[in-house]
């Protein structure tokens, strides 16, 4: 369903193609409104725009300051928008690092306009979207022995159970008889319990010791 009132979205891409096709994305549906674009992070911090997005699309590889490390002061400017990284890169060490920075959901450029759009909703809404590659390495991080989910309610093991089997959120979302919004948001805290709040370094290990 989408939301009643246009989600504003703000797109931080340098390549000039895949910049003006996310504009045209987003302004052509309904439910979305494009509230600025920018090639680079620099000119955003030196003048924003006058009215704050409530999602920010955030490539990695961009020219001067590189999307990971334009997370933290991009939160501090818009300290209510959700970062949703949009990248080629799906390498563990990229995720942990952008999510370790602020970024909310992960997702890798082939991933098709339908289900971009349902991401940018999802990240809206409370939900943590991942591309299945990204899926796959968080939940495989969260797995090893250095990270036991002893935090996690029995619900949030459940999801992460399935996350691990390779279910998507629809399919999890049918399993337990719960929304997809309502597996994002499992996910979300499943994140925030076993990686923000008191395991960033036990992950930051764990990705050093991958492979």
Not at 89 to 101: N, P, S
Not at 146 to 171: H, I, M
Not at 178 to 188: C, E, L, M
């Amino acid at each position: 369903m989408i939301a009643s009132t246009a989600i504003r979205v703000f797109v931080i891409e340098d390549q000039a193609p895949i910049r003006q096709a996310l504009t045209l994305l987003i302004d052509g549906s309904p439910g979305f409104s494009c509230v600025g674009t920018s090639e680079a992070v620099e000119p955003v911090l030196a003048e924003p725009p006058g009215l704050a997005p409530e999602v920010v699309l955030l490539d990695i590889e961009l020219p001067g300051m590189s999307g990971l490390e334009a997370l933290r002061p991009l939160r501090r400017l818009w300290p209510r928008a959700e970062f949703l990284i949009l990248t080629v890169h799906d390498d563990e060490a990229r995720v942990f690092e952008a999510l370790c920075a602020g970024a909310t959901g992960y997702l890798v450029k082939t991933t098709p306009p339908a289900l971009l759009l349902s991401a940018i909703q999802d990240v809206y809404e409370g939900g943590a979207p991942m591309s299945a590659s990204v899926a796959r390495k968080v939940v495989r991080v969260f797995r090893r022995p250095e990270l036991q989910a002893d935090q996690l309610s029995p619900r949030e093991q459940e999801v992460l159970d399935l996350l691990v089997g390779g279910k998507t959120y629809k399919q999890i979302a049918d399993e337990l008889f719960i929304s997809a919004n309502t597996v994002g948001f499992h996910v979300k805290q499943i994140y925030q319990k076993l990686h923000v709040n008191s395991r960033a370094e036990a992950v930051a290990l764990a990705v050093r010791r991958r492979g």
